[in-house]
Protein backbone atom coordinates (compact mmCIF):
# COMPACT_ATOMS: atom_id res chain seq x y z
CA UNK A 1 0.00 0.00 0.00
CA UNK A 2 1.40 3.41 -0.72
CA UNK A 3 0.49 6.60 1.11
CA UNK A 4 0.02 9.78 -0.14
CA UNK A 5 2.21 12.72 1.09
CA UNK A 6 0.47 15.07 2.97
CA UNK A 7 1.70 18.96 3.54
CA UNK A 8 0.45 21.74 6.33
CA UNK A 9 -0.19 25.24 5.84
CA UNK A 10 3.11 26.40 6.70
CA UNK A 11 4.39 23.78 4.20
CA UNK A 12 2.23 25.44 1.15
CA UNK A 13 4.02 28.15 2.42
CA UNK A 14 7.12 27.07 1.78
CA UNK A 15 5.75 25.49 -1.47
CA UNK A 16 4.41 28.38 -2.58
CA UNK A 17 6.30 31.57 -1.31
CA UNK A 18 2.64 32.91 -0.38
CA UNK A 19 2.10 34.09 3.10
CA UNK A 20 0.32 32.44 6.15
CA UNK A 21 -2.25 34.45 6.30
CA UNK A 22 -3.08 34.14 2.29
CA UNK A 23 -2.84 30.43 2.00
CA UNK A 24 -5.43 30.59 5.29
CA UNK A 25 -7.73 32.63 3.59
CA UNK A 26 -7.83 30.15 0.49
CA UNK A 27 -8.46 27.77 3.01
CA UNK A 28 -11.35 29.89 4.55
CA UNK A 29 -13.27 30.64 0.84
CA UNK A 30 -12.73 27.43 -0.91
CA UNK A 31 -9.87 27.94 -3.29
CA UNK A 32 -7.48 25.78 -1.57
CA UNK A 33 -9.50 22.47 -0.18
CA UNK A 34 -7.55 19.82 2.06
CA UNK A 35 -8.32 17.68 4.95
CA UNK A 36 -8.89 18.69 8.06
CA UNK A 37 -7.17 15.95 10.48
CA UNK A 38 -7.84 17.03 14.35
CA UNK A 39 -7.48 20.63 14.21
CA UNK A 40 -4.65 21.06 11.47
CA UNK A 41 -5.53 20.87 7.78
CA UNK A 42 -3.62 18.69 5.47
CA UNK A 43 -2.68 19.27 1.95
CA UNK A 44 -1.58 16.82 -1.37
CA UNK A 45 0.28 17.57 -3.89
CA UNK A 46 -2.43 17.88 -5.95
CA UNK A 47 -4.92 20.27 -3.66
CA UNK A 48 -1.69 22.70 -4.01
CA UNK A 49 -1.75 22.31 -7.63
CA UNK A 50 -5.10 23.41 -8.12
CA UNK A 51 -4.68 26.23 -6.29
CA UNK A 52 -2.82 27.79 -9.56
CA UNK A 53 -5.12 27.03 -11.57
CA UNK A 54 -7.74 29.62 -10.54
CA UNK A 55 -7.16 33.46 -11.73
CA UNK A 56 -7.37 34.51 -8.02
CA UNK A 57 -4.48 32.32 -6.88
CA UNK A 58 -2.05 33.74 -9.92
CA UNK A 59 -3.28 37.10 -9.43
CA UNK A 60 -2.21 37.04 -5.46
CA UNK A 61 0.82 34.57 -6.43
CA UNK A 62 2.04 37.57 -8.65
CA UNK A 63 1.49 40.64 -6.09
CA UNK A 64 2.65 38.63 -3.20
CA UNK A 65 5.84 40.32 -1.88
CA UNK A 66 7.82 37.10 -1.98
CA UNK A 67 6.54 35.91 -5.01
CA UNK A 68 8.52 37.20 -7.70
CA UNK A 69 11.43 38.96 -6.13
CA UNK A 70 13.05 36.93 -4.04
CA UNK A 71 11.85 33.44 -4.20
CA UNK A 72 12.20 32.01 -7.90
CA UNK A 73 15.88 29.63 -6.96
CA UNK A 74 14.92 28.52 -3.97
CA UNK A 75 11.03 27.84 -5.38
CA UNK A 76 12.75 26.24 -8.17
CA UNK A 77 14.91 23.51 -6.14
CA UNK A 78 12.01 22.66 -3.61
CA UNK A 79 9.52 22.59 -6.93
CA UNK A 80 12.05 20.17 -9.04
CA UNK A 81 12.26 18.00 -5.21
CA UNK A 82 8.32 17.65 -5.09
CA UNK A 83 7.57 17.07 -8.65
CA UNK A 84 9.93 14.59 -9.13
CA UNK A 85 7.72 11.14 -9.81
CA UNK A 86 10.76 9.23 -9.34
CA UNK A 87 13.77 9.59 -7.56
CA UNK A 88 16.96 7.82 -8.80
CA UNK A 89 18.29 7.23 -4.98
CA UNK A 90 17.45 8.43 -1.93
CA UNK A 91 17.42 11.91 -1.85
CA UNK A 92 16.13 14.85 0.56
CA UNK A 93 14.94 18.48 0.03
CA UNK A 94 16.41 20.78 3.10
CA UNK A 95 15.44 24.27 3.61
CA UNK A 96 17.04 26.27 6.40
CA UNK A 97 15.96 29.44 7.53
CA UNK A 98 18.40 31.52 9.40
CA UNK A 99 17.05 34.78 11.58
CA UNK A 100 18.85 37.50 12.92
CA UNK A 101 22.06 37.51 10.13
CA UNK A 102 22.72 40.36 8.11
CA UNK A 103 22.63 40.03 4.36
CA UNK A 104 26.69 40.04 4.30
CA UNK A 105 26.67 37.05 6.71
CA UNK A 106 24.09 35.36 4.96
CA UNK A 107 26.28 35.70 1.60
CA UNK A 108 29.29 35.03 2.95
CA UNK A 109 28.10 31.50 5.02
CA UNK A 110 26.42 30.51 1.29
CA UNK A 111 29.98 30.84 0.07
CA UNK A 112 31.45 28.95 1.63
CA UNK A 113 28.90 26.18 1.70
CA UNK A 114 28.92 26.63 -2.58
CA UNK A 115 33.00 25.67 -1.69
CA UNK A 116 31.85 22.38 0.52
CA UNK A 117 29.46 21.25 -1.98
CA UNK A 118 31.62 21.74 -4.82
CA UNK A 119 33.11 18.43 -3.73
CA UNK A 120 30.06 16.64 -3.90
CA UNK A 121 29.10 17.85 -7.67
CA UNK A 122 30.93 14.58 -9.78
CA UNK A 123 29.17 11.80 -8.07
CA UNK A 124 26.24 10.07 -6.52
CA UNK A 125 26.56 12.57 -4.03
CA UNK A 126 25.33 15.64 -6.19
CA UNK A 127 23.89 18.36 -4.36
CA UNK A 128 22.16 21.69 -5.46
CA UNK A 129 21.83 24.46 -3.30
CA UNK A 130 20.14 27.94 -3.90
CA UNK A 131 20.14 30.90 -1.22
CA UNK A 132 17.62 34.52 -0.64
CA UNK A 133 17.57 36.71 2.12
CA UNK A 134 14.88 38.61 3.38
CA UNK A 135 15.84 42.27 4.51
CA UNK A 136 12.44 42.46 6.03
CA UNK A 137 12.59 39.80 8.09
CA UNK A 138 16.76 39.68 8.44
CA UNK A 139 16.60 36.13 7.73
CA UNK A 140 18.52 33.87 5.52
CA UNK A 141 16.93 30.90 3.68
CA UNK A 142 19.18 27.80 2.29
CA UNK A 143 17.71 25.13 0.16
CA UNK A 144 19.79 22.08 -0.41
CA UNK A 145 18.16 19.41 -2.98
CA UNK A 146 20.37 16.05 -3.22
CA UNK A 147 21.61 12.98 -1.40
CA UNK A 148 20.12 12.59 1.94
CA UNK A 149 23.85 12.57 3.72
CA UNK A 150 25.07 15.78 1.25
CA UNK A 151 22.22 18.00 2.19
CA UNK A 152 21.90 16.82 6.23
CA UNK A 153 25.78 17.77 6.23
CA UNK A 154 24.85 21.28 4.75
CA UNK A 155 22.19 21.90 6.59
CA UNK A 156 24.69 20.69 10.50
CA UNK A 157 27.05 23.31 9.07
CA UNK A 158 24.42 25.78 8.59
CA UNK A 159 23.42 25.00 12.63
CA UNK A 160 27.04 25.44 13.69
CA UNK A 161 27.10 29.05 12.16
Excluded: H
Amino acid sequence: MEFEKLYTAEDVVQITGLTLRTIRSYIKSGKLKGRRIGVQWRFTAADIEALFETPEAAAAEKNDKRAEAERPETERLARSFLERTKAPRASACVIVDMPGVTEQEARFLFGRLQSLAAVYQDGPKRLELSYEYDENREQARYVFNGAIDSACAMMNLCEVQ
